[in-house]
C-alpha cells in the first residue's frame, strides 16, 4: 500500500518509522519537509491529487484534521489520522460523512487500545461488574506545550490528552457519555489552559473524572504521567504506567522510560503505537472495520467540544 505523510513533524516522523518497516506499505509521498526519501509536495492538496498514494496518514496540528480528512476521502484514499479526530463537532461530521459516503477505510490512531495492559483491562471488564466511576489522569511536563510543539496555543490539554482517555474509558465502558461539567485553570501558561477536570455522566449513569495538565516540571522522571481507575460493581481495575519496567539513574537524574507505545527491539519498531498502525494498514488492505470507528471519534470530540463549553459557561453541558 502506497502511503503519502501530510504533517513532517515529531507524530509524522513517527508515522514514518513504522511505516518504513511494514512488509506491505511503502511511503511515496509526504507534504511538507522531507521525509523518509520520498518526493516532497508543498500542499496535502497536491499529494492528495498526485496518483502517488492509496492512503493517507494524517499529522498535522490538532485543528487541521479535518479539510484533509474530507479531501482524501473525496479522493478515495484510506485514511490514518493522529488524535483528535477533529477539535469541533461540525469538522466530525463533515468529516464521517465524507469517509462513509467514500467507502473508505478511515482510523483515528487512539493508540492506547493496544498497550497491553489497558487491552487486558478490557478483556476484565466482565469480572469487575457494571462501570460506576472511573478516574483517567494524563498530564504532561511543561516542555510539552512551550517547546515540543509550537501549536500549543490552537490546542488545550484536553484535546491534547484526555482524547486519549476519553476514548479508552467509552471502550472500557461500553457506552457513551451524555453530559458533562468542565472547570480549566489559566495562568502560568496564558495562551492555553494550565490544566482541566473534566467531570463525565454516561447513558447508563456510571461517572467518570478526566484529569488533564501540562505545567509538571521537566524534572519529572517521565514527560507523561498517566494512570486510569474502573470501578465496578463487583470489583476495580488500576492501571498506572508511571513506571514501565525500567528505571534508569545516572548522574544526571533519575528515570522512568517509556516503552509501551513506542520501542524500537533490535532496530525493529514495536509497541502499542506501531501495532495501531498496522492495524490501520491492515483493514485498509483488507476492507475490515478498525477497532476504533469513526463514529466512536466523533464522539470523543462531541465529548471535548462540550467539556469546553462548559469550562466557558460554568455549567454542565449536554453532549452533542
Known amino acids: 500500500m502506497r502511503i503519502g505523510i501530510i504533517g513532517t513533524g515529531i507524530m509524522g516522523r513517527g508515522h514514518a518509522e513504522v511505516l518504513a518497516a511494514h512488509p506491505d506499505a511503502e511511503i511515496t509521498a509526504v507534504c511538507r519537509q522531507p521525509l523518509a526519501g520520498a518526493p516532497v509536495f508543498p500542499t496535502y492538496q497536491a499529494l492528495i491529487e498526485s496518483g502517488l498514494v492509496d492512503a493517507v496518514s494524517i499529522t498535522t496540528p490538532d485543528h487541521l484534521h479535518a479539510d484533509v480528512m474530507v479531501a482524501a476521502a473525496r479522493a478515495g484514499l484510506h485514511i490514518l489520522v493522529e488524535k483528535p479526530f477533529t477539535t469541533t463537532v461540525e469538522d466530525a461530521d463533515r468529516a464521517v460523512q465524507a469517509i462513509r459516503q467514500a467507502g473508505v ?142 528505571q534508569v539513574a545516572t548522574g544526571k537524574g533519575y528515570a522512568y522510560p517509556r516503552n509501551m507505545l513506542q520501542r524500537v527491539v533490535h532496530g525493529i519498531p514495536a509497541g502499542a503505537y506501531r501495532d495501531a498502525i498496522h492495524h490501520f494498514v491492515e483493514c485498509a488492505r483488507t476492507g475490515a472495520e478498525p477497532l476504533i470507528t469513526v463514529e466512536s471519534s466523533r464522539h470523543v470530540t462531541a465529548v471535548l467540544a462540550a467539556a469546553h463549553e462548559s469550562a466557558a459557561s460554568g455549567l454542565p453541558v449536554r453532549v452533542s
Open 105 to 246: 477505510t478511515a482510523m483515528c490512531l487512539f493508540n492506547h487500545r493496544w498497550v497491553p495492559a489497558y487491552a487486558q483491562a478490557k478483556d476484565q471488564m466482565p469480572v469487575v461488574g457494571e462501570p460506576v466511576v472511573g478516574y483517567a489522569r494524563k498530564d504532561d511536563t511543561i516542555y510539552v506545550p512551550t517547546e515540543m510543539i509550537s501549536w500549543a496555543d490552537q490546542t488545550t490539554c484536553a484535546w491534547f490528552l484526555s482524547s486519549h482517555d476519553i476514548d479508552l474509558l467509552t471502550w472500557l465502558y461500553d457506552d457513551h457519555v451524555v453530559e458533562v461539567y468542565a472547570t480549566a485553570r489559566y495562568g502560568k501558561l496564558k495562551v492555553t489552559p494550565d490544566a482541566m477536570q473534566i467531570q463525565a455522566r454516561f447513558s447508563r449513569g456510571a461517572m467518570a473524572t478526566f484529569e488533564s495538565a501540562w505545567i509538571y516540571p521537566n524534572t519529572f522522571p517521565t514527560m507523561v504521567d498517566s494512570y486510569v481507575t474502573v470501578v465496578g460493581e463487583d470489583g476495580v481495575i488500576q492501571l498506572d504506567r508511571q513506571k514501565e519496567n525500567i
